[in-house]
T-cell receptor, first 110, second 110 residues
Framework: RKEVEQDPGPFNVPEGATVAFNCTYS??????FFWYRQDCRKEPKLLMS???SGNEDGRFTAQLNRASQYISLLIRDSKLSDSATYLC???????????FGDGTTLTVKP | NAGVTQTPKFQVLKTGQSMTLQCAQD?????MYWYRQDPGMGLRLIYY???????DKGEVPNGYNVSRLNKREFSLRLESAAPSQTSVYFC?????????FGEGSRLTVL
C-alpha cells in the first residue's frame, strides 16, 4: 500500500463547478500536510498548507482529519486556469521525509 | 531569488554512461531531496538528506548514489545509466515541510 493515496481521477468538470479531491495517508507520524499544483510536468508549486482546523484561501478549502488520516481539497467556482494535476503531500519532521500521492488530474472545460 | 537550481536541464545519455545531476539551494534549508517523475505518475523519492552529513534511501534508490556535499548542495549520480532511468528528476529543499523545487532535469537514456 502506498503511503499517500489519492483519487486517481481524472476529473473533467465544467467551469463554475465545485470539485473535491481526497487523499489518505498511512503513516500516523506524519506531521504536516500540503497540496501542490503541477502544470504540464513542470515543477510542483505549493497551493496551500493543510491545518487541523481547516483553512481556506479564496476558492480553495483544505481539510485535515487526523483520526481518519484523511486530507481533502475543495475547489469552488472552477476556472479554466485550475486545470492541472493536484498532488497531496505528507511530511514527517522526525524522518525529514516528504511523500507524495500520485496526483489527481483536473480538467475544467468551458 | 535563485531558490533551488538544478543542472543540467536536459541530458541524453547512452546506456552504461555515467552522469551527475547537480542541485544547489540558497535558502539555508537543512533537508534536501531527489525525486523522479515518470509520465502519468507522481513523484517518487529516490534519496533524501535530512541534514548536512546524512543521506537516506527513499522509495526507488537502486541505480543511484547521492552526495550531500555541504548544506547547499546535494548531487545525484547515475553510475551506469539504463533506459529505465529515463525520467524527469526534481530536486527540492525544505525546513518546514513546504518543499521548494528546482525546475527539473529531463534525462533520456538511449
Amino acid at each position: 500500500r502506498k503511503e499517500v493515496e489519492q483519487d486517481p481521477g481524472p476529473f473533467n468538470v465544467p467551469e463554475g463547478a465545485t470539485v473535491a479531491f481526497n487523499c489518505t495517508y498511512s503513516n500516523s507520524a506524519s506531521q504536516s500536510f500540503f497540496w501542490y499544483r503541477q502544470d504540464c510536468r513542470k515543477e510542483p508549486k505549493l497551493l496551500m498548507s493543510v491545518y487541523s482546523s481547516g483553512n481556506e484561501d479564496g476558492r480553495f478549502t483544505a481539510q485535515l482529519n487526523r483520526a481518519s488520516q484523511y486530507i481533502s481539497l475543495l475547489i469552488r467556482d472552477s476556472k479554466l486556469s485550475d486545470s492541472a494535476t493536484y498532488l497531496c503531500v505528507a511530511y514527517g519532521a522526525n524522518a525529514g521525509k516528504s511523500t507524495f500521492g500520485d496526483g489527481t488530474t483536473l480538467t475544467v472545460k468551458p | 531569488n535563485a531558490g533551488v537550481t538544478q543542472t543540467p536541464k536536459f541530458q541524453v545519455l547512452k546506456t552504461g554512461q555515467s552522469m551527475t545531476l547537480q542541485c544547489a539551494q540558497d535558502m539555508n534549508h537543512n533537508s534536501m531531496y531527489w525525486y523522479r517523475q515518470d509520465p502519468g505518475m507522481g513523484l517518487r523519492l529516490i534519496y533524501y538528506s535530512a541534514s548536512e552529513g546524512t543521506t537516506d534511501k527513499g522509495e526507488v534508490p537502486n541505480g543511484y548514489n547521492v552526495s550531500r556535499l555541504n548544506k547547499r548542495e546535494f548531487s545525484l549520480r547515475l553510475e551506469s545509466a539504463a533506459p529505465s532511468q529515463t525520467s524527469v528528476y526534481f530536486c527540492a529543499s525544505t525546513d518546514t515541510g513546504e518543499l521548494f523545487f528546482g525546475e527539473g532535469s529531463r534525462l533520456t537514456v538511449l
